[in-house]
């Protein structure tokens, strides 16, 4: 890789080598090859494609950022021999054939060879609504992500950032490299049918356990509180929005004495569900006592009391100002050779210890790369014709064995996705099981969504206090490919399991760690949730409704932050494959939900106009500004609030306006769409039924299999370390 793709050299780089093509429109497919481009490989971004001034095109610094522009004229038949050359001699084309039709003819011949072809589209091959080249927010508005974020007296509330073409182009980027793993041991390339919907069906995973066991207790919006634990909510400082979250009853009444409020201990608040029964009065207090203070002082006194908050960072001046940020070098300036300007970019959140992610250095101009690529196919080889992407093989991780150490969504969900894709993962549990395991609903004292997020699991219970326990993770480790772990940053080292030490028991093993903000970081110690990562890298900056910041319904930072793990790990077993050496890995959620605010920095802030109107049946997203919205009119000169939703969506498409009914989770859950992709399924094992969800990474050749719920607490104790769970209990 040379100077001129932007990015410095990396003899280390984990996909060293490897050519991609970036032919895709969408924003997925750019963020795909961004990511693919961090961890080394060569991108090639075609430039002069279909319409310019949408998908990722709204921002070309962001998608051409460290990539090879190659500039083609689709009606001059030199330009098309060179491209058709080009994907003859990449490893990866990424595409998103929904939206894309310049270079019809090329994709199919991208798909006719022995290579990876990885197509970002709305729904998928093979369902009800594929070829519909819907956008990202119709695409919130059917997956219930609309329905689900916002205040409960309030109207629902779009997203603005493109979250869900993120999601999707790292969990592509992610099967991207599983499959680079395969064709590496194989011989063998295959295609990958990455959809928005269903990576949207997956972020919801918090919201699914009542419908899918056949509740009808509806869904309800919380805005920036929580369902089960008050006080959880932002308030006004006396110079800017804090977030607070109060996390127990012992926090709680720390709290009230900070607040020298010692009445608050006493019933009606002492309990978390008095609390919640009157939240209205709790945030009143809250709000009292904050708006006296600055943001500073008033964070200085719940660190002291060890209690989660952040300020709403700003994204002002070009990007997001937090020094945690600027510690973790995830600001960069970068010129623009399209403009003549500099940009804001985000560094790398891939923080690798032996092949980090490499942030771009320069924004290439249109077409500035054809001499590299015609000096870089004259190296490459061209790759035969397929025979049948579909043939069996081997899994991506098969042989791969993985010690988990996580709880609640992040490290779960991670190595839920790695399990699938063929990987022995150990769920290693205290002995009072993992946070999540009783959450309601339950059966037989196992909760829904703690089966379905830890699928494919085995199950291991240690008391990491006792040096026997402490014994047996360090023999797990010595026969681990991967160590991944979320725990409160040190926490492990400080039972001897620091990354040199993990090193030192096992040179190969890939040793990844998931914090809120990072195990080099200015907040060591400090607690962080979803909702304080989302205030503290500009996401609720973003999210906003009538002048308050709001965070997602979805757990955002939660998602992307196992989305980007997955990635991780997959590249540092491409890498030791190399070379046989394992690393460290240190993402940051705090980085990585930055990251994804993008879209907003330099100033601009461009961002589609989005609104919502209420119809007699609930309520329609439209991509228009409200005027606009108020001025279509069906014949008969009806409002919004006169028509059902389907109604208004058919007028705002006949006026040439993506809409698209705002669905809550039920009716996302019983669409034929869903069903169609066979994203939840039901399985029955001990003569026990467990709903399970799919996963989003559809690699054709080695499809990712889902199948077993989450077992017992310590049901493998004797098969993998020789003793019953009992012996470890306290």
């Not at 063998?188 to 928005?196: C, H, N, T, V, Y």
């Not at 989305?563 to 030791?576: D, K, N, P």
């Not at 299999?705 to 310590?714: E, S």
Request: glycine content about 8%; some cysteine; proline content about 6%.
């Amino acid at each position: 890789m040379t100077e001129a793709a932007g990015q410095s050299v990396t003899a280390e780089a984990a996909l060293s080598g490897v050519v991609v093509l970036e032919l895709g429109g969408r924003i997925g497919t750019g963020v795909c090859g961004s990511l693919l481009a961090q961890l080394g490989a060569t991108v090639i971004l075609v430039e002069g494609g279909d319409d310019r001034r949408d998908g990722k095109w709204r921002r070309r610094a962001t998608c051409a950022a460290g990539k090879v522009s190659l500039a083609i004229d689709a009606s001059d038949p030199r330009d098309r021999d060179l491209l058709r050359d080009v994907i003859q001699r990449s490893d990866v084309v990424l595409l998103s054939s929904d939206t894309d039709s310049m270079f019809a003819d090329l994709i199919v011949s991208a798909s006719e060879q022995d290579r990876i072809v990885c197509d970002l589209t709305a729904y998928g091959r093979g369902s009800p609504l594929t070829g519909q080249a819907d956008s990202e927010w119709q695409i919130q508005a059917l997956t219930g992500i609309v329905e689900t974020t916002g205040s409960g007296d309030g109207t629902p509330i779009p997203i603005a950032l493109p979250i869900i073409e993120y999601m999707t182009g790292v969990y592509a980027a992610g099967a991207v490299a599983a499959a680079l793993r395969v064709r590496n041991n194989a011989g063998r390339g295959q295609f990958i049918d990455m959809a928005l919907y269903d990576c949207a069906f997956s972020s919801m995973a918090t919201f699914l356990p009542r419908i899918l066991t056949g509740s009808v207790e509806p869904i309800r919006r919380v805005g920036n509180r929580h369902a089960m634990i008050a006080p959880w909510n932002v308030y006004k400082a006396s110079d800017g929005w804090i977030l607070v979250c109060v996390g127990s009853d012992g926090q709680w009444q720390r709290l009230c004495e900070i607040m020298h409020r010692p009445e608050l201990r006493d019933p009606p608040f002492a309990k978390v569900a008095d609390r919640v029964a009157n939240v209205s009065d709790v945030d009143a207090a809250m709000q009292a006592w904050i708006e006296e203070l600055t943001i500073e002082a008033c964070i200085a006194s719940l660190n002291e009391a060890q209690i989660a908050c952040g300020p709403i960072v700003r994204i002002a001046s070009g990007y997001p100002h937090e020094p945690n940020l600027d510690h973790r070098d995830m600001i960069k300036r970068v010129p623009d050779q399209a403009t003549g300007l500099d940009a804001f970019v985000p560094g790398s959140p891939l923080r690798m210890s032996a092949s980090p992610g490499r942030a771009p250095s320069i924004v290439p101009a249109p077409g500035s790369g054809r001499e590299q690529v015609r000096r870089l196919l004259a190296d490459k080889i061209a790759r035969a014709p397929k025979t049948d992407h579909t043939a069996a093989q081997t899994p991506a991780l098969a042989g791969i064995r993985i010690v988990e150490i996580g709880h609640y969504t992040t490290v779960p969900l991670s190595t839920r996705m790695l399990a699938s894709l063929g990987a022995e993962v150990i769920k290693i549990e205290p002995p009072e099981g993992e946070a999540t395991r009783p959450w309601p609903p339950t059966q037989a004292g196992q909760g829904y969504f703690f089966t379905y997020m830890n699928s494919d699991k085995r199950s291991i219970m240690l008391d990491l206090r006792k040096d026997a326990d402490t014994a047996v993770l360090r023999d797990l480790i010595k026969t681990a490919d991967v160590l991944i772990e979320n725990l409160k940053p040190g926490a492990l080292a400080k039972r001897g399991f620091s990354a040199a030490e993990v090193a030192a028991l096992n040179p190969r093993t890939v040793f990844c760690s998931v914090s809120g903000f990072g195990a080099d970081s200015l907040y060591a110690g400090r607690p962080a949730y979803d909702s304080v990562i989302q205030a503290m890298s500009g996401l609720m900056d973003v999210v906003q409704a009538d002048g308050v910041p709001m965070k997602t319904g979805i757990s955002t930072a939660d998602l992307l932050g196992a989305e980007m793990a997955v990635l991780a790990v997959l590249a540092a077993l491409t890498r030791r494959d190399r070379t046989g050496k394992g690393q460290y890995v240190d993402l940051s959620m705090q980085d990585i939900a930055a990251w994804l605010t993008e879209p907003a920095w330099n100033g601009t802030k461009d961002l589609p106009a989005l609104s919502i109107a209420a119809c007699r049946d609930g309520f329609v997203l439209a991509q228009c500004d409200a005027d606009r919205l108020a001025a279509i009119k069906m014949d008969d000169g009806r409002s919004g609030f006169d028509r059902t939703r389907d109604e208004l969506v058919s007028s705002l498409r006949e006026s040439n306006v993506r809409a698209a009914p705002v669905l809550s989770v039920r009716e996302m859950v019983a669409a034929p769409q869903t069903a169609a992709r066979r994203l939840w399924f039901t399985v029955t094992e001990d003569g026990a039924s467990w709903p399970l969800l799919a996963s989003p990474l559809r690699l054709t050749g080695t499809p990712p299999v889902v199948c077993k719920p989450m077992p017992a607490l310590g049901r493998d104790n004797e098969l993998l370390i020789g003793h019953a769970p009992a012996l470890s209990a306290t």
